[in-house]
């Protein structure tokens, strides 16, 4: 027999969510058969097998979130039997680190407030050995980070068993209610069922996985990164005919296309742009990997075109047009989504003409793309209508200055106003 685990699709994944099971049990399978769906906080993975022989067991149900090396089935041949264990506890995120009865003695670390402090008519001992008993390790230890008493949580699994997102749920309604102006004695009402109001008028929205992955990325963006921007003005009408003329030619590109391959031609010339920062030191990456900006249901998804460098227009059209619809379909693989060097948001086809972009832990520089606007411009001394969009460069000031950046933009400029480098290079 062989046990599938819940993988480690990533260095930073702890945990997956079985999202949907692709086999029955008792179906045959074939290795390299797509089995299941994982979720992760960037995107839903497929699971193919890697032996052949016929799903013998689900242990984990659709919808349930474990640990990464969880079993979470079993193939092998048909007929035989599977080994049980004495005690299978498929309770979501109550994957245990370290052994329960040890945790049951430790309960000072598990408190905010030390024992000594409280009245004893409170007897928190008491209430805290109460409590234990009804609740994972790891999910107590999550109470702590987040400030939550855990005496205070609903439980909703067997028994009145603390979940995690029992705990997750009561601190984002306590967080949510906090900073609404309501009353502290009507905070109990935060631990509501979502999209429940409570009494004080709050609808309570937990974050799912991914608006925690894109709050936790920015969070650590904005917070650790020193950003400065700078923007620019292009005229796009040679762009605009260049599109059409390839459109004759059967290779539709769009405008993100362009600007993707102009920015590999100028982050040739300007390698700090495409760097990050380890410590003390200044990473220059020979591989220009761009990453651009997919809108999904809930969040937000970077796939990255590898190789930039070396691709003509035409073949970054392809990559960018498959990443796409691979991220919006669920299809992205975590290995789409990582290695990125440089990154590119594009608002234009909302209106947007100018906007500052955040840059992702990791790189050095993201290019904000804006839209399409017509206007006047001066030409031979005479006055004529053209077509120009504006684009920020927000920028890490520990690895590069304005000036640097500055003339990284009109570098930029210079290329996409003279567009026949694009097609040459």
């Known amino acids: 027999m062989t046990d599938i685990l819940m ?3 990533s260095d930073t994944m702890t945990e997956g969510v079985l999202g949907s099971w692709k086999k029955n049990v008792g179906e045959k399978i074939a290795r390299g058969d797509i089995i299941a769906e994982i979720e992760t906080d960037k995107a839903v993975m497929e699971l193919e097998a890697f032996a052949s022989g016929t799903l013998l ?3 984990v149900k659709s919808g349930a979130t474990v640990q990464v090396g969880t079993v979470i089935g079993v193939i092998g041949e048909k007929g035989e039997a599977v080994e049980q264990p004495q005690k299978q506890d498929q309770e979501l995120h109550e994957q245990r680190e370290e052994p329960e009865k040890k945790e049951q003695y430790e309960q000072p670390e598990q408190r905010e407030n030390p024992v000594e402090h409280a009245d004893s008519s409170d007897y928190p001992q008491e ?4 409590q234990t008993g009804k609740s994972a390790p790891v999910v107590r230890r999550q109470a702590h980070e987040l400030g939550v008493e855990i005496d205070d949580v609903k439980g909703s699994g067997p028994g009145g068993r603390i979940l995690m997102e029992d705990v997750e749920r009561y601190a984002a309604g306590a967080e949510r209610i906090q900073k609404s102006g309501v009353p502290e004695k009507q905070m109990a009402d ?5 999209g429940e109001k409570t009494t004080a008028g709050v609808e309570i929205i937990p974050l799912n996985r991914m608006r925690k992955a894109v709050a936790h990325t920015v969070s650590n963006s904005w917070s ?3 950003h400065f921007a700078v923007s620019i003005k292009i005229q796009v009408d040679k762009i605009l005919e260049l599109k059409q003329e390839l459109k004759k030619n059967d290779l539709p590109v769009t405008l993100n296309d362009i600007m993707i391959k102009g920015s590999a031609l100028c982050l040739e010339k300007f390698p700090l742009i495409n760097a990050s920062l380890s410590g003390e030191n200044i990473l220059v990456h020979r591989d220009i990997n761009i990453g651009i900006m997919v809108s999904v249901t809930d969040g937000l998804l970077v796939p990255v075109i590898k190789g930039c460098r070396y691709l003509s227009i035409g073949k970054i059209a392809e990559a960018s047009a498959d990443l796409a619809e691979r991220a919006r379909n669920g299809k992205i693989t975590e290995q789409n989504l990582t290695e990125g060097t440089f990154s590119i948001s594009n608002l234009g086809m909302f209106g947007i003409t100018r906007f500052f972009a955040v840059i992702l832990p990791g790189q050095a520089a993201i290019l904000a793309v804006g839209g399409i606007m017509d206007e006047y411009i001066a030409v031979d ?3 004529v209508s053209s077509k120009a969009i504006e684009v920020t460069l927000s920028a890490d000031h520990r690895i590069l200055d304005g000036a640097y950046a500055a003339r990284f933009l009109v570098e930029l400029k210079q290329v996409l106003e003279n567009p026949v480098r694009l097609l040459t290079s």
């Open 7 to 9: 993988p480690k699709l």
């Open 57 to 59: 067991e689900q242990k």
């Open 190 to 194: 935060a631990d509501v069922p979502k």
């Open 381 to 383: 001394g005479k006055t």
């Open 127 to 130: 209430k805290n050995i109460r």
């Open 224 to 226: 650790t990164i020193p």
